[in-house]
């Protein structure tokens, strides 16, 4: 039992450093000397939980969406009903993805350049999983509460949810330019596409 918690001690210190760091520095200079310095560990105990920079980023990613998805469905399971409308969701999403110190946004990047190695491409096909299926929850949730049609194909509109989420992602991280499309506009073009009384992708 101690060593379980030691393990899980030093996995949460070893993440939680990373987190920091790659919040100062970025992806690039997040190194494993950084690393050994916040958490007095050495490079062999590090490597005794993560198998490189890549598994390091992969599973840092995995906890922060796991965290950011525990607390949706905790809002959701709590009944707080904006949460049943797709669009108050995408909105949050989008808004959060404007924010140039989001560490997901970062990391995503980070992963989106290293995509050939396939623990990278690994940790991409988990993230878009996870959100993925997130966003068939909240489409059923409000096809249950009315705010979306019934017949609406809830995969293929969560397909089109992670399009606008990753493309809005991906533009904001790349490159840098005055947009004249936001997070706020698109909130609007989500309203109207889900809040149609005519199925978005019917069933066939």
Known sequence: MKQVKKRLRSEHMILESARQLIAEKGCEKTTFAELMKATGLSKGAIYHYVTGKDDLM?????????????????????????????????????????????????????????????????????????????????????????????????YKAAELFMLILDGFRLRTRLYHSDFFLGSTDLEGVIKRLFGHETALFPFE
């Open 58 to 154: 992969a599973k840092l990613l995995q906890n922060l969406t796991l965290e950011k998805n525990e607390q949706l469905f905790y809002q959701l399971s709590a009944g707080e009903k904006t949460l049943l409308n797709p669009a108050d969701v995408l909105a949050r999403q989008l808004k959060a993805i404007e924010d140039p110190d989001q560490i997901i946004g970062k990391i995503f990047v980070y992963l989106v350049s290293r995509s050939e190695h396939q623990t990278a491409k690994d940790a991409m096909d988990e993230f878009y999983e996870s959100l993925f299926q997130f966003a068939v929850l909240w489409i059923r949730s409000g096809q249950q509460n009315g705010t979306i049609p019934r017949n609406t194909d809830p």
